[in-house]
């Protein structure tokens, strides 16, 4: 079946820059996602990106979408405490709704 | 709170009762899914439903798992019989034609 890696862990100092990557299987992917989830919390849509983008700014929040590698990352400028939180990135595949989700990178902030 | 709503949050359950899990989706949505996440995993869709119509269910367990959204009232994801592997988190989501779905904070299920 398809499949969506990403790294387990990843720990920042506040006020660097975050870069969480995943790599997905499926070609067909249209849409590709990243969502927040905070202890005891549901998910939280972040961004998205199209799959025929290579980069999508929104605000602190930086996609970079290399599709030949299939190879997804977002980058968080200025990382800060709430940001620590665990990271999903989801592929959609070529439907829109049965979304194939990483395991998550748990990011901690240092203060 | 226009958000997809759930509940209980959490839900204790022995082995061999029955678990019901309610959804209301976001005001103004239409399609509500349902995915389960298991211990330091992803989330994996189980169902996929419009009012009153299952669009597609091939991520349920074929066995006492089943899901409905009826034309009044939030949807519902019933486990019959639970077992200790139906532990987990359930969430549920609702989409509007945008991309991405929106997600309910869930509900935990412990079965003892």
């Known amino acids: 079946g398809e499949d969506v890696e990403q790294s387990l862990f990843l720990s920042v100092r506040e006020g660097d820059s975050s870069v969480i990557n995943c790599t997905y299987t499926?070609?067909?992917?249209?849409?590709l996602y990243w969502y927040k989830q905070e202890p005891g919390a549901g998910l939280q849509l972040l961004t998205y990106i199209f799959s025929n983008m290579d980069m999508k700014q929104d605000q602190r929040l930086t996609v970079l979408l290399n599709k030949k590698d299939k190879h997804l990352s977002l980058r968080i400028a200025d990382t800060q405490t709430g940001d620590s939180a665990i990271y999903f990135c989801a592929d959609s595949g070529a439907g829109s709704y049965q979304l194939t989700f990483g395991k998550g990178t748990k990011l901690s902030v240092i203060p | 709170n226009a958000g997809v709503m759930q509940n209980p949050r959490h839900l204790v359950r022995r082995r061999g009762q029955e678990a019901r899990l309610r959804c209301s989706p976001m005001?103004?949505?239409?399609?509500v899914y349902w995915y389960r996440q298991l211990p330091e995993e992803g989330l994996k869709f189980m169902v996929y439903?419009?009012?009153?119509?299952?669009?597609?269910e091939s991520g349920m367990p074929k066995e006492r798992f089943s899901a409905e959204f009826p034309k009044e009232g939030p949807s519902i994801l019933r486990i019959q019989q639970v077992v200790r592997g139906d532990s987990a988190a359930y969430f549920c989501?609702?989409?509007?034609?945008?991309?991405?779905?929106?997600f309910g904070s869930g509900t935990q299920l412990s079965v003892l």
């Open positions: 439903l419009q009012k009153e119509n299952i669009i597609d």
């Open positions: 499926d070609s067909s992917s249209t849409y």
């Open positions: 989501a609702s989409s509007g034609g945008a991309p991405g779905l929106f």
């Open positions: 005001k103004g949505h239409s399609h």
